[in-house]
T-cell receptor, first 116, second 118 residues
């Protein structure tokens, strides 16, 4: 069974600083991994996903994440935070078997605060 | 292309009632997944429908049910509402390809229906 853990429910950075949101997964086989962002009163928007092609994945709005099998991690980074990045971020995992079809397993989320 | 739409956006019900929520997927998408989002439990998978058939199911009681129509629109129903059912209910659509690894497809989420049970 897959699971995902997001370290830190709340992260605060200054505008222009590096953003690092941590995600560790548990899976017996290489999983598919996703990062989503949720703004207040909205649904989730995909930032990027890992599907076993390149281990460094580039997404929208300057975000990227690196799949590290040895560390079972998929941390999300952005070199320079912008005020508009303030939102809740979710890491999600799914497996490859038919029993995982359509099913994303989410972490508890990390709220990113960006200070001026 | 229009995104995923959900209706209604807000609902207030009382305990014991039932409720039906609707989700219209992106045109051409055949898979619809439903999720419940609460502050305590986070985002949890309810079920997924593809070609009018439930293809996967999460660990929710039988009070939670769903269906999908031939145009891929989906509804979920919650019967005998409990206070703990208060949540944001999100649906997501994807192509749902039968071959080629549907699990890696992006799920596109709607804005959600916020249900309050009093």
């Amino acid at each position: 069974a897959q699971s995902v853990t997001q370290l830190g429910s709340h992260v605060s950075v200054s505008e222009g600083a590096l953003v690092l949101l941590r995600c560790n997964y548990s899976s017996s086989v290489p999983p598919y991994l996703f990062w989503y962002v949720q703004y207040p009163n909205q649904g989730l928007q995909l930032l990027l996903k890992y599907t076993s092609a390149a281990t460094l994945v580039k997404g929208i709005n300057g975000f990227e994440a690196e799949f590290k099998k040895s560390e079972t991690s998929f941390h999300l980074t952005k070199p320079s935070a912008h005020m508009s990045d303030a939102a809740e971020y979710f890491c999600a995992v799914t497996g490859r078997g038919s029993g995982n079809t359509g099913k994303l397993i989410f972490g508890q989320g990390t709220t990113l605060q960006v200070k001026p | 292309k229009a995104g995923v739409t959900q209706t209604p956006r807000y609902l207030i019900k009382t305990r014991g009632q039932q409720v039906t929520l609707s989700c219209s997927p992106i045109s051409g998408h055949r898979s619809v997944s439903w999720y419940q989002q609460t502050p305590g439990q986070g985002l949890q998978f309810l079920f997924e429908y593809f070609s009018e058939t439930q293809r996967n199911k999460g660990n929710f009681p039988g009070r939670f049910s769903g269906r999908q129509f031939s145009n891929s629109r989906s509804e979920m129903n919650v019967s005998t509402l409990e206070l703990g059912d208060s949540a944001l209910y999100l649906c997501a659509s994807s192509l749902g390809a039968v071959s080629g690894g549907p699990n890696q497809e992006t799920q596109y989420f709607g804005p959600g229906t916020r249900l309050l049970v009093l």
